[in-house]
């Protein structure tokens, strides 16, 4: 992943997805998977030891990844060269001793999530599992932290979440800067690229291809059940980068069969959903999609990061809801691997909303009209249709009564404010519906949310 800042409103898919010839069991693991839409994303390795942003400083083309804010960038005098030792030395430090992966979960469970995404390699190379095909891992003697009994530390995680019935996401990224095959020694790295020219060199890009193939055979076979398989990396495409995923998808489904395949931002079939990052598409779509934003401004974690409020995030959760989409939320553990207790604060209040109004997330597609001005959402599940009121941010109250445009339910039916389990009054109006908020109705809620027994469209 990469690290983006501005509007979370964007615009549509990055690639075309295939859909129309998926055949009829991903389909409807597919819709499976679509029907959690919120998710935990941690990224977590050896990076979080520093003030800077995970793999990305290390590409020389990307100078965006070293801001002169980042104290181990200035601390190194700026040199690309020493920056790059000393970041590839981040596993002789890395001795995550407070690392709890029940405590992870819980707080994932008491925040309303119902999958994990786990990085386990990203685009530094470092394995967060024990892998026999590089000693740039979690579980080899170089790293403090291979005596602990947690040192497996992808399986862990996958193991802790699963004790809580969450779905198993493996990230994975397909690029390896570490990888000799990659990044050859004989020559400098000048972007994220491999450094030769694979079509000249087949034989090295050949060895890189069988090098991830068997490290994402182990991820396949020693980890559990897993549920998606999250590719990273989009650059590692043919023609230049022919990684042949048709082999690859066809050797991971032989062991997981049901397997969801992310190649992010390629298209194709083997993207099954596709993840904009940083943003949420401007109108529903017709694929399968999830928005991948941080709770911070960053992917990991960095001292005194700026984390959105709970008001904000259910508000993006919501967002998301109305247009058929998932949330995977990011948090990044510290150094110790702990969850900052600023994110877990803020966790536990979207877990405290969504745990009366959950139901209109939870399982829901959206439905026309999706919205109704600037403050209203709608989703719908079944014979329900569920009215979202945002409260605006800053304190500002809602009105007593709501009108919700563009629809209209039937004579005599029932309307039901979720946020208190009870009725409300309502009344047609012109050109929709007009709903009682009753007073001093859950003040601190982010959104109220009112459930239709039946519903027309006007």
Known sequence: MKRKRGDIMGSGPPAEVVVETQPLWLRKRVEWFMDLRFGLFIHWGPYCQWDCCESWPLVPADAWARPDSAKCWVERGKDLARFSRDYWALNRTFNPARFDPDAWAETAERAGMRYITFTTKHHDGFCMFDTATTDYRITHPDCPFHSSPRANIAREVFEAFRRKGMAISCYFSKSDWHSPYYWSPDAPPADRNPNYDTLKDPERWSCFVAFAHRQVEELMTGYGHIDLLWLDGGQVRPPMQDIQMARLAAMARTHQPGLIMVDRTVGGAYENVITPEQSIPGKPLDVAWESCLTLGDHWKFVPDDRYKSAHEVVHVLIETAAKGGNLLLGVGPDPEGRIPPRAETTLREIGHWLGSCGEAIYGSRPVSPYLSGPGIRFTRKGEYTYAFVLRPPGGEGIPPRVHL???????????????????????????????????????????????????QTS
């Not at 039916?413 to 009870?422: D, F, Q």
């Not at 959104?447 to 039946?454: G, H, I």
């Open 405 to 455: 445009a563009g629809c209209q339910a039937k004579p005599g039916s029932r309307v039901e404010l979720l946020n208190t389990s009870v009725p409300v009054a309502w009344q047609a109006g012109e050109n929709g519906l007009v709903v009682e908020v009753p007073r001093g109705c859950a003040a601190a809620d982010p959104a109220l949310v009112y459930k239709f027994e039946s519903w």
